[in-house]
């Protein structure tokens, strides 16, 4: 099993700010990583797969970047309805996996 | 509009059943995998199974294989999870996911259901 891991495990930042956020794989998954953020109580959101690709509807403000085993998620200038955690999952091999989660929380 | 709508869940005691639904309606269902993915109470994410298109394939996490069947009716456009032997490490909310590429399981989740909660105690 690929086992993903997220740091750091919270980051408190202001608005208008930049967050980097990193996932990390266990072993190389190329480019098949995902992230995605979930707000309390509400479902998961598709913003970034295939390390670098936006999905439909996500701000220019994420990107994201990496492969092999290092991956980051860029929030260029954090808006308030930002804050939320944020998961990365692979596709390389089943069974498919999450990370542990990065919560951004406003500082 | 994509909508997924799960149903099913509920207080059950250890060693019993349940079965999940999720409906589906805004895209052709037979085209795209679907997974169910559950989250433990402030917990994060974890994905269960998967489903091809046409139901031929499924996939399980260990954790629930031989305990739990995915399933789908494209007649009633409606995906399943029948639960048996549940345990308490069972208890999560779980969500229907569709696959952001196609027939075949395997990939990413662009739509999710809101969830049902699902409470295994005594």
């Known amino acids: 099993e690929i086992v993903l891991t997220q740091s750091p495990a919270t980051l408190s930042l202001s608005p208008g700010e930049r967050a980097t956020l990193s996932c990390r794989a266990s072993?190389?998954?190329?480019?098949?990583l995902a992230w995605y953020q979930q707000k309390p109580g509400q479902a998961p959101r598709l913003l970034i797969y295939d390390a670098s690709n936006r999905a439909t509807g996500i701000p220019a403000r994420f990107s994201g970047s990496g492969s092999g085993t290092d991956f980051t998620l860029t929030i260029s200038s954090l808006e308030p309805e930002d804050f939320a955690v944020y998961y990365c999952?692979?596709?390389?091999?089943?069974?498919?996996?999450f990370g542990g989660g990065t919560k951004v929380e406003i500082k | 509009e994509v909508q997924l709508v799960e149903s099913g869940g509920g207080l059950v005691q250890p060693g019993g059943s349940l079965r999940l639904s999720c409906a589906a309606s805004?895209?052709?269902?037979?085209?795209?995998?679907m997974s169910w993915v559950r989250q433990a109470p402030g917990k994060g994410l974890e994905w269960v199974s998967a489903i091809s298109g046409g139901g031929g394939s499924t996939y399980y996490a260990d954790s629930v294989k031989g305990r739990f069947t995915i399933s789908r009716d494209s007649s009633k456009n409606t995906l399943y999870l029948q639960m048996n032997s549940l345990r308490a490490e069972d208890t999560a909310v779980y969500y229907c996911?569709?696959?952001?590429?196609?027939?075949?399981?395997?990939?990413?989740?662009?739509?999710w259901g809101q969830g049902t909660l699902v409470t295994v105690s005594s």
């Open positions: 996911a569709k696959d952001n590429m196609g027939s075949q399981p395997g990939h990413y989740f662009d739509y």
């Open positions: 999952q692979q596709r390389r091999n089943w069974p498919l996996t």
């Open positions: 805004g895209f052709t269902f037979s085209s795209y995998a």
């Open positions: 072993q190389s998954i190329s480019s098949y």
